[in-house]
């Protein structure tokens, strides 16, 4: 199970931005999935742990609602020094064979421990 969230982060793959001053690319990133909640929780640790400043927590669609409360459990249980420093939503639009495009609303949630 701790494996199957270490590979949801994609530590491999770079996909740089400037965040505020700190370069921010995949490595820090947890992408919101339909695993269950505590899963991300111990990424998002995992991340602060192996000496990465800010995360950012990426979700769309359905499991938006999975990455908020992930960044609360995150802040009233473990680390309730944790710091939201910025929250970015958007749409994204895909591409479906069967009923044309369709738009997904997207979440990136930026947090400092």
């Known amino acids: 199970m701790i494996w199957e969230t270490l590979l949801s982060i ?15 690319d995949r490595s820090n990133t947890v992408f919101i999935g339909r695993k269950p909640v505590l899963n991300y929780v111990l990424a998002c640790m995992t991340l ?9 927590v990426r ?13 609360e459990v995150l802040k009233s249980r473990f680390m309730p020094n944790l710091e939201v420093t910025d929250i ?8 479906n064979d069967d009923r044309g495009p369709s738009n997904v609303s997207t979440i990136d949630i930026y947090i400092k421990a």
């Open 59 to 71: 979700a769309r669609g359905r499991s938006i609602s999975r990455a908020v409360d992930a960044v």
């Open 48 to 56: 602060f742990k192996s000496g990465h400043e800010i995360v950012a």
């Open 88 to 95: 970015q939503i958007g749409t994204e639009s895909l591409e």
């Open 10 to 24: 994609s530590l491999a793959r770079l996909n740089t931005s400037e965040k505020r001053g700190v370069k921010m």
